[in-house]
């Protein structure tokens, strides 16, 4: 009876299919793109200035530039670790990215140098891992479950394509062609090859990326392959390559095929790479079985087990996924790897389905966790994204209060060299005949048919001007945000009413140069209560305004106990500024009750006292930027 179950749930899983018209999507160029916002574009410039070039300071000086030149011997300092191959990969993938936005000679010539150093390593048979070429080469492909070489192969490839799009170089290109070329060699069905798939997801998107450019269908091949083959039994890694126990599967989201896992589990930097890939198969198979599958895990991540700021991962044991509702604050985890793989995820089902809910939950990832993680200077970066901090030390012994300059395990810093470049392409979808604003950020968008300037204060303000700089016929759609209960619209001075369309105010005309469309998307101040299912913020809500979640900082409330603060259920909030960030930052202040006792007994049997207090609150992602201090997310919420 349990089998005739159990399979009646595969089949209705595999028959409740949703029809989806999918659309390909092969990136939008960041030259099409100018940001001139208050928030992407100054993030953006600091990257150019700093973050990049601190990056490859930083991976000069812990010897993983050196290492590509395969003179390490063994009992010698700076041994390659297994995913040294990927922050350096990381960190050219930004290089190529930035030279698209920001055009330097000096940094193309740097970075066609370490293209150099890089290619430099590859194998006669067009392998390429530092790790397995001079530490353990006898070990080539044994431990896919534990180990990176897929998953540094992945990065490698892509900054591969990235360096090839902005440069026209295939130097690059054609050596991780022949990578890949070795690889599919090595996996896939037939008889003498391996049917095994990586432990840590990311080559599965790479290889479509490489096969959008290259135009090798045997790249599209393996990126199935290895989405079809996970979690097939008899298990490869328990099996065959006995690298893990069956316990340990979930974490590599290979307990069961991807078509029939119903929730986001494990790893969640793995788990968000790995649906990426399943997107991007999905999209160029037509699979609508395959994206079913993406849209499915893609609802419980965002509707069960994503915290308000758009972080995921709720725990730093394996870095994992736990249980619908387990969201706790104060040891949250919340990678911002895992923000940025979000991210990516969201924009992908955006670009295949064209329904703004995806739109929706990549503009909460990028205005909150998804900038959280690195500081205004782009020089410090935080792992964890806490909710909630009021001590000063994280398990791992380093401080919750200030982020850090690097890492051993440097994957966070690195992924910002090449997130940063891309902010522009998250907010807008750019063809010849649609101009898709998903995120309005202030920018010029170019194409071959039209030109477009975007002009506001967005986040800060709900007010947008599109100005039609060179006129053709095509579309322009701007979505309507979820939190924004009211809108108005004119095209000319005349007000529209328009049909929204899968949440999108949409326009098609031949658009004359002048030709100017305002916006206004009301932006208020408003408490967010959480689902009553997550303990850790019961009795709680949070300040948002706009796509901005607000956090109170110790710096803004001194003397505050931040816990004990407890807000009206009606608000009255004020918008102002604060010292010490960027000056078009809106800060929300209001009136609140401070408990407090009157003596020092831990426990007592009268009630608490209380006082009034005015309180301050900043954007979540700007926090940490004016010295060490505490800082909280949810706030209690009097009842009366």
Request: proline share 5%.
């Amino acid at each position: 009876m349990a089998d005739d179950v159990k399979q009646q749930t595969v089949d209705a899983l595999l028959s409740s299919k949703k029809d989806f018209t999918m659309k390909k999507n092969d990136g939008v160029p960041q030259k099409k793109i100018k940001l001139l916002d208050p928030v992407f574009a100054p993030r953006q410039e600091t990257g150019y200035r700093v973050t990049i070039p601190g990056c490859i300071r930083r991976c000069e000086e812990t010897g993983r530039l050196k290492a590509f030149k395969l003179q390490w011997k063994k009992g010698e300092p700076e041994q390659p670790h297994v995913f040294w191959d990927s922050d350096v990969a990381k960190v050219l993938e930004g290089m190529a990215e930035m030279l698209m936005v920001h055009p330097d000679p000096a940094m193309e010539k740097e970075l066609d140098e370490l293209v150099d150093l890089i290619v430099g390593a590859q194998q006669e048979d067009g392998y390429l891992n530092v790790h397995f070429t001079v530490v353990e080469p006898e070990k080539r492909w044994r431990n896919l479950g534990n180990q990176h070489e897929l998953y540094c192969a992945g990065h490698l490839i892509e900054a591969a394509v990235a360096h090839f799009e902005a440069t026209g170089s295939r130097k690059f290109l054609d050596a991780m062609c022949r990578y890949a070329d070795y690889i599919a060699s090595v996996f896939g069905p037939a008889p003498g090859q391996k049917r095994g798939y990586p432990g840590h997801e990311e080559i599965e998107l790479a290889l479509v990326r490489l096969y959008r450019v290259a135009g090798e269908r045997r790249y599209l091949e393996l990126a199935k392959f290895f989405i079809d083959e996970r979690g097939a039994e008899p298990s490869y890694f328990v099996d065959v390559e006995k690298s893990l126990n069956r316990a340990q599967l979930p974490n590599r989201q290979a307990h069961k095929p991807v078509r029939l896992q119903e929730k986001a589990v494990g790893h969640a930097v793995r788990a968000v790479y790995l649906y990426c890939g399943m997107v991007d198969v999905a999209v160029e198979t037509q699979d609508s079985g395959l994206l079913n599958a993406a849209v499915r895990l893609f609802d419980n991540v965002t509707q069960r087990q994503m915290y308000i700021t758009g972080g995921i991962g709720a725990t730093s044991h394996n870095e994992e996924f736990t249980h619908d509702f387990g969201l706790p604050n104060d040891t949250a985890y919340a990678e911002s790897c895992a923000a940025i793989g979000l991210a990516l995820f969201a924009k992908r089902l955006l670009d295949a389905t064209g329904e703004s809910k995806y739109a929706d939950v990549l503009e909460r990832v990028l205005y909150n966790n998804g900038l959280s993680g690195i500081s205004l200077s782009g020089d410090e970066f935080f792992y964890a994204n806490l909710l909630e901090v009021n001590d000063t030390t994280y398990e791992h012994g380093v401080t919750r209060k200030k982020r850090q300059k690097w890492f051993d395990c440097s994957c966070c810093p690195t992924n910002y060299c090449r997130f940063l470049p891309q902010l522009g392409t998250f907010c807008y979808s750019v063809s010849p005949e649609l101009l898709r604003i998903d995120i309005p950020a202030a920018a010029v968008v170019s194409t071959e048919n039209y030109e477009v300037r975007i002009d506001g204060k967005y986040p800060h303000d709900g007010s947008l001007a599109l100005t039609v700089l060179r006129g053709g016929t095509f579309a322009i759609a701007l979505r309507i945000p979820a939190w924004c209960g009211e809108y108005s619209i004119e095209v000319n001075g005349n007000a529209v009413n328009g049909g929204i369309e899968s949440g999108y105010w949409k326009m098609a005309r031949k658009w004359q140069s002048g030709d100017r469309i305002t916006a206004v998307l009301a932006m208020k101040p408003e408490l967010v209560y959480p689902h009553p299912s997550i303990a850790a913020d019961a009795g709680k809500a949070a300040i948002r305004r706009g796509p901005v979640v607000y956090c109170l900082e110790s710096v803004d409330n001194p003397g505050v106990p931040l816990q004990s603060v407890i807000l009206p259920s009606v608000p009255d909030f004020r918008l102002g500024k604060v010292d010490g960030l960027p000056e078009e930052t809106v800060a929300i202040r209001c009136d609140a009750k401070l408990e407090f006792s009157g003596d020092d007994a831990l426990y007592r049997n009268t009630p608490p006292q209380y006082r009034n207090v005015e309180v301050c609150a900043i954007p979540y992602a700007l926090w940490q930027n004016r010295g060490e201090s505490s800082m909280q997310v949810f706030l209690r919420v009097s009842e009366r």
